[in-house]
Every structure is written in structure tokens, then in C-alpha cells.
């Protein structure tokens, strides 16, 4: 059962991580209630620390910079060549630079903490890979907001339990969500039914029955989160 106002929360929350200028950043975050920590900024990478009114820690990670000329994070999208990871395969742009976004959260989070991680787009291929940075007992709450394919099958299949909790929405018929396209190789997609949002209303579906491919509009951030936060305020069932 998806809790909805969470969800709304963690939408917010991937939206503001685009933000580069950390005054910017920290207003955003303290609108939302939570206590911003820090900001992490280089050539193809952005994340924001943070921590909510309960206490909990929470690492929001910037999906593709592309209005504010970052083309770095450009160059990351179309970056397909594989890269092994322990227990599967995913894209040299993905994780490239992750290492150190979490070498920086593990150094200004508390020890031990448990980290709630979301992310929109390359943000949100970028929160599947929580499982490769921290053990399973550090894996908070996780939401992927209109994640491309970036990782192959064997790596959902042997990360199915860190990842089984995920949230993962697709919007409408988003083209970019659906990239790379027509790949053999990256056409792995998280085992759990997915949140299909429509113009009205949402359905859960196998990621398999998401047609995708057809709408570059849909691929918005804000969009999603108008539709999410339009949910969570009237608490609809999923649409048949």
C-alpha cells in the first residue's frame, strides 16, 4: 500500500534537488520542513541531504541538469557502455560519479543512519543503485520518479529485496523513462508492479505493460508531482 502524502513528500523533495544554488536549495528544503544539511554539486552530479521532522535522513538526488547548460549529466544519459557491479550490469554514466555522492552523505550523515533516498529521472536511476553504497539495514524508504533503463535484469534480480519497498512511478507515455530504446541490454526494470500515472487518476501495473514511448512532455517533474500530490489530497483507489 503506497502512502501517498509520503510519496508527495519524496516528489517535492526530487523536484527541489534540481536546484544548484545552495541558499536556493536550503529555502526549498526548510519549505518542506526538514532540516537541510548540505548540498553535494561537481560536473555530472547533485545531491541534497537533509533531515525531517521525525528525523529522518533523507538524500534527494538531481536528476538531469540540462536547463542550467550541465552537460555533463547530458553526456551521463547517453553513456550505455556496461559497467559490472557485484551481481549484475549497469550504465557507465549511472553510476559515474556515485561513488563520491555517497561517500559525501555517508561523511555528513550521522553514523548508522538509515537513508531515504529519491530521485527524478537520472536522480531516480541513480536511487536504484542505493544497494551498491549501502547495506540493507541503511535502506530507508526509496522512490524513483520516471527512471530510464539503466541497469539490466540480473541486477534487479539480485538486488530484488533492497529494492522490493521501492516506489517507482512512470508518467503518462514518457519517452525519456523509456530510454534507452529498443536496447537488448538495458530492458531491466524493478520486479514490482509500478505506479502508471494518467491525466486522471493511476494504475498499478507490471513495468512490462507500461507502453511508454510517446509524449516528451510527460517526462516532467513538475508534472509528476502535480499528478502525485493531486493523489495523495484525494486519496483515490488505482484506476481500472
Not at 518542506?32 to 521525525?54: E, F, M, R, T
Not at 550505455?80 to 561523511?107: E, F, K, R
Amino acid at each position: 500500500m503506497i502512502d501517498w502524502a509520503a510519496a508527495a513528500l519524496a516528489c517535492r523533495r526530487a523536484n527541489a534537488a534540481y536546484l544548484i544554488d545552495p541558499a536556493q536549495s536550503k529555502a526549498a528544503f526548510q519549505a518542506l520542513g526538514d532540516v537541510w544539511s548540505d548540498i553535494y554539486s561537481d560536473s555530472n552530479n547533485q545531491a541534497v541531504l537533509s533531515v525531517d521532522p521525525a528525523g529522518r535522513t533523507h538524500l534527494s538526488i538531481s536528476g538531469t541538469r540540462a536547463s542550467s547548460l550541465k552537460l555533463a549529466d547530458i553526456f551521463d544519459d547517453v553513456s550505455l557502455d556496461p559497467h559490472p557491479v557485484n551481481g549484475g550490469c549497469v550504465t557507465d554514466g549511472v553510476i559515474s560519479g556515485m561513488q563520491d555522492v555517497w561517500n559525501w552523505a555517508l561523511s555528513v550523515a550521522p553514523a548508522g543512519a538509515v537513508f531515504n533516498v529519491c530521485g527524478h529521472s537520472l536522480g531516480a536511476s541513480r536511487t536504484h543503485l542505493t544497494p551498491l553504497f549501502i547495506p540493507a539495514a541503511q535502506i530507508g524508504g526509496l522512490w524513483s520518479f520516471e527512471a530510464p533503463k539503466f541497469a539490466n535484469a540480473k541486477y534487479y534480480a539480485t538486488y530484488a529485496a533492497e529494492l522490493a519497498g521501492m516506489v517507482c512511478v512512470l508518467n503518462g507515455r514518457d519517452t525519456w523513462a523509456a530510454w534507452p530504446w529498443a536496447n537488448p541490454v538495458w530492458d531491466g526494470r524493478p520486479r514490482q508492479d509500478h505506479v502508471w500515472l494518467k491525466s486522471q487518476g493511476f494504475a498499478m501495473i507490471p513495468a512490462s505493460q507500461w507502453p511508454g514511448l510517446g509524449s516528451f512532455a510527460d517526462h516532467s517533474i513538475d508534472l509528476v508531482q502535480a499528478r502525485v500530490e493531486a493523489i495523495a489530497a484525494a486519496s483515490v483507489k488505482p484506476a481500472a
